[in-house]
T-cell receptor, first 111, second 110 residues
Framework: DTGVSQDPRHKITKRGQNVTFRCDPI?????LYWYRQTLGQGPEFLTY????????KSRLLSDRFSAERPKGSFSTLEIQRTEQGDSAMYLC?????????FGPGTRLTVL | GQNIDQPTEMTATEGAIVQINCTYQ??????LFWYQQHAGEAPTFLSY??LDGLEEKGRFSSFLSRSKGYSYLLLKELQMKDSASYLC???????????WGLGTSLAVNP
C-alpha cells in the first residue's frame, strides 16, 4: 500500500501524559498537513509543511502541540500534557499539487 | 473572514438524485474540493473545480460558480453505500491550505 499511513491508529492516554503520532506521506509528495477532527465537524487545520519547513501553524494550536518533519519525509505530531479536550481524530494528509490524500487517522482518547 | 456553509443533513432515496450545496467566502480563492467521508474513516477525494461550470465523473458531478461563491455536488443513481458525510473545502492562498465546511451527512434510504 503506497498511500498515507499513520501510527498508531488508536491511542488512549491519561490526562497530563505526552503523546506522539507519526505520519508517513506518499513518497513523492512534498507537502504534508495535520488536521484535527471531532465528531460531526469538518477537519480543522493544525499545521502545514513543505518539505522540512513548517510554513504555517494554526493559531488554535497551543504551545502544547509541536510538529516536525526533520528530513522532509515522515512527520511527527506531539501533544504535551494532554487534556480531555484534545480527544479527537488526528488526520495527516499529503499532496504534490492540489489534491490532498488523507491517511486513516489516529484516534486519541484522553481519560 | 473565511467561511464555508453547507447543509448539516440530507436524506434521499436509493436510485434518486441529490444535490448538496456549498457556499463559500474566502480571500485568495483557487478552487473548490469535495470529499466523501464514511463514519470512522478518513476523507477521500471526489472532485476539484477551478473553473466555472459542471464537471462530471461517473455518478458524481460538481459545479462551481466563482462569481457567486457557490458550488454543488450532484449524486445520481444513489446507492446505499453513498450514505456518508460530504465535505466541501475551499482551496485558498499560496500554501495550499484547505478551508473546510462542517460536512453534510447524507442518509440514503431504501
Amino acid at each position: 500500500d503506497t498511500g498515507v499511513s499513520q501510527d498508531p491508529r488508536h491511542k488512549i492516554t491519561k490526562r497530563g501524559q505526552n503523546v506522539t503520532f507519526r505520519c508517513d506521506p506518499i513518497s513523492e509528495h512534498n507537502r504534508l498537513y495535520w488536521y484535527r477532527q471531532t465528531l460531526g465537524q469538518g477537519p480543522e487545520f493544525l499545521t502545514y509543511f513543505q518539505n522540512e519547513a513548517q510554513l504555517e501553524k494554526s493559531r488554535l494550536l497551543s504551545d502544547r502541540f509541536s510538529a516536525e518533519r526533520p528530513k522532509g519525509s515522515f512527520s511527527t505530531l506531539e501533544i504535551q500534557r494532554t487534556e480531555q479536550g484534545d480527544s479527537a481524530m488526528y488526520l495527516c494528509a499529503s499532496s504534490l499539487r492540489f489534491e490532498q490524500f488523507f491517511g486513516p487517522g489516529t484516534r486519541l482518547t484522553v481519560l | 473572514g473565511q467561511n464555508i456553509d453547507q447543509p448539516t443533513e440530507m436524506t434521499a432515496t436509493e436510485g434518486a438524485i441529490v444535490q448538496i450545496n456549498c457556499t463559500y467566502q474566502t480571500s485568495g480563492f483557487n478552487g473548490l474540493f469535495w470529499y466523501q467521508q464514511h463514519a470512522g474513516e478518513a476523507p477521500t477525494f471526489l472532485s476539484y473545480n477551478v473553473l466555472d461550470g459542471l464537471e462530471e465523473k461517473g455518478r458524481f458531478s460538481s459545479f462551481l460558480s466563482r462569481s457567486k461563491g457557490y458550488s454543488y455536488l450532484l449524486l445520481k443513481e444513489l446507492q446505499m453505500k453513498d450514505s456518508a458525510s460530504y465535505l466541501c473545502a475551499a482551496h485558498a492562498g499560496n500554501n495550499r491550505k484547505l478551508i473546510w465546511g462542517l460536512g453534510t451527512s447524507l442518509a440514503v434510504n431504501p
